[in-house]
C-alpha cells in the first residue's frame, strides 16, 4: 500500500498542472475554463479566486455537474497548496471531464504572485433578520437578496402606479430606485397614491415618495427626477444606468418615448396601466418580445383615451397593478419565474377576473422590427395629439 506521499506524487503523475501566471492567462483567454475551488467553506470565505465556484472536495462528485454541465469544457482545481486538487481533478477525469489541469502551488502561490483576490460577499446580521423571509425561499435566498440590493430600478411617475410598485420594491430591498415625477402632491392623489400623505401635501411627489421609502428601508437610496420624462433628458437619466423601468405614466406621449428609449437603451419596461375598474399589466423585454410600439403602432385619437383625471378611478385599482408591476420587476431582477413578456394581463375589478392576451412581436415594428424606421426620438407630444408625426 502506498503511503499518502507516495499516493499524491502518483496522482500528480497522472494530471496536468499549471503555475499561477499559466492559470491567470487560461481565466483572461477568449476562452475561460470553469474555475472549481476545492477548500472547505472557512477558507473559501477568507478569500478566493475571482469568477471561481465553490464545490468543496467532499461534494465535488455531487454537485461538480450543476457547476460544469460540459465535459469538454476546461476545468482549473484549485485548493489551497496544490494536493487536494490534484486528487480532485483525478477525480473530475474519472468523471468524464476531458480537459482538467490542477493549479499547482494553489490559492496560496496565487495570492503570493498578487494575483486579484475577492472576498465573498455575504448579507450582515440585520439585513438577514430583515430580509429573513426572502432568505427561506430557495429561489431568492442570499445570493437573490444580494443581487436585490445590487439591483437598480426607475420609476417613471410616483403616483398610483408608482406608489405601490416603488413601496413594495423598497420593502423588498432593490438596493437603488429612480423616480422621475415632476408633479406635486394634491388632495385628489391621496385616493390612490399611498406614497404620499395629507402631511406632505404640496410637496413634490418625488420628495415625498422618497420620504416614505427612506423611513421603511434605509438599505435603498433614491434619486429623484423632479422633472417631466422628455426626449432631452431620457438619454441623460437612463445614463445613471437601470436594469428595469417602471412605466406607471398616465399619458400616451410618456408611454411612448418609454418605450423608445428602452428599446435604444435594451432595457425592460414593466408596463402597467388602469382606467375606472380595469388595470392591465404587461412585460416589454427588447429585441425578446414585443414592444409596446409591436402592440399600439400609433396612438388612440385623443377624445378616446381619457386619464384616470378625466375618467376616474377606483383607488385599489391601483395597488392591484402596481403590485404586479413590483413582482415582475422582482422576477426580472432576480432572473426567476415567467415574465410577462409577449402577455398582457389584464384585471377587471368589478368582475374579479383575470384574462390574458397574447402579444406578438411585429416584424414590421417602426422601433424594434427588422427594419426600424425610427432610430431617434421623435416629438411625442405631436404624435400623439392626432396629427401626423412627420411632414
Ligand atoms: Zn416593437
Known sequence: ???????LQQVKGEIDEVDAAQARALLDGADPPVLVDVREQDEWDEGHIPSAVHVPRGFLESR???????RSRQVVVYCAGGNRSAFAAK???????ENVVSLAGGYTDWKRNGLPTQLPRSLDAAKRQRYSRHLLIPEVGEEGQLRLLDSRVLLIGAGGLGSPASLYLAAAGVGRLGIVD????DATNLQRQIAHSTATLGDWKADSARATIEALNPDVEVVTYKERLTSENVDRILADGWD???DGADNFPTRYLVNDASVFHDIPVVHGSIYRFEGQVTVFKPHEGPCYRCLFPTPPPPELAPSCAEGGVLGVLPGIIGSLQANETLKLALGIGDSLAGRLLLFDALAAEFSEV????????PVCGEHPTITEYIDYVEFCSGRPAHA
Not at 477525480?91 to 471531464?97: I, N, V
Not at 415632476?182 to 402632491?185: A, K, L, N, S
Not at 397574447?358 to 415594428?365: A, F, G, N, Q, V
Open 244 to 246: 428595469v423601468i417602471v
Open 182 to 185: 415632476d408633479d406635486r402632491v
Open 91 to 97: 477525480t473530475l477525469k474519472e468523471l468524464g471531464y
Open 358 to 365: 397574447t402579444l406578438r412581436r411585429d416584424p414590421k415594428c
Open 1 to 7: 500500500m502506498p503511503n499518502y506521499r507516495e499516493l
Open 64 to 70: 461538480i455537474e450543476q457547476a460544469a454541465p460540459d
